[in-house]
């Protein structure tokens, strides 16, 4: 009984992964930064950057994840409308389809493993 309970940690965060992987392929593929993969809560414990600007991080606690959408420098950046961009040029408006398709890719990975399994 006590295995399987060690087992459903590593299990669970396994399927957060999954979760949060169709976020971040969908983001990309939309051309939009993910300043931030994290696995667990609260403080890091370790964490890297990718050549992409992305933050993979496994956190202290091993309960839940996140995926943090826009670049480092501004957390908003897919709701941001109308905003300036650096060079003075407009930046578009949010696109629903698109934000729609980043925050649907996550449960449909997770349907594409449980199919899998």
Known sequence: MQLELLLLIPAGLAVLFIHEMGHLLAARCCGVPVARIAIGLGPDVFSVIDPSGTRWSL???????????????????????????AHGKQLSRPQLGRDAFICAAGPAFNLVLATAI
């Open 59 to 85: 956190a202290a606690l091993p309960f839940g994840a996140s995926c943090t959408i826009g670049s480092s420098g501004d957390r908003h950046a897919v709701k941001s409308a109308g905003a300036q961009h």
